[in-house]
């Protein structure tokens, strides 16, 4: 389904405000990951704030998610603080990560095999 203006206005009020606060917070930096914001999804009744995380080189990329989630409460009090002009009622914060990347890297090792496998014929 098609998101509406008002729902990327929010998402992208949402995704620069957490940005700061993951920074702010130290959330940006775990386990030796860096941990970033890679899109943000608000449902149409604006009501839930989807956010997926893309963690580069942590070693478990569960346990970042459990320590972030672990600061929810926190990361929540500070996007209000931010955003209380703008919106009328703080979306429920929902966490998910982000595996595009490693998807990414999955596609182009197979893409090299594919072409080494080639070469050899």
Same mark, same amino acid.
């Given at each position: ?57 942590? *070693?478990?990329? %569960?346990?970042?998610? &459990?320590?972030? +989630? !672990? #600061?929810?409460? =926190? ?30 890297? *999955?596609?182009? %090792?197979?893409?090299? &095999?594919?072409? +080494? !496998? #080639?070469?050899? =014929?």
């Amino acid at each position: 389904m098609l998101e509406g203006k008002r729902q990327k206005q929010i998402a992208g009020v949402i995704h620069e405000e957490m940005s700061v606060i993951f920074q702010k917070l130290g959330l940006s930096m775990v386990d030796g990951g860096l941990v970033s914001i890679s899109s943000v999804k608000v449902t149409p009744d604006l009501l839930e704030a989807r956010i997926y995380l893309s963690v580069f080189q942590a *070693k478990d990329n %569960e346990a970042v998610l &459990k320590k972030v +989630e !672990e #600061k929810a409460h =926190e990361i929540k009090r500070e996007l209000a603080a931010k955003v209380k002009h703008q919106l009328r009622r703080i979306p429920e914060i929902k966490y998910f990560l982000d595996d595009t990347l490693d998807q990414v890297f *999955k596609m182009e %090792e197979l893409f090299k &095999k594919i072409e +080494e !496998e #080639k070469k050899n =014929e």
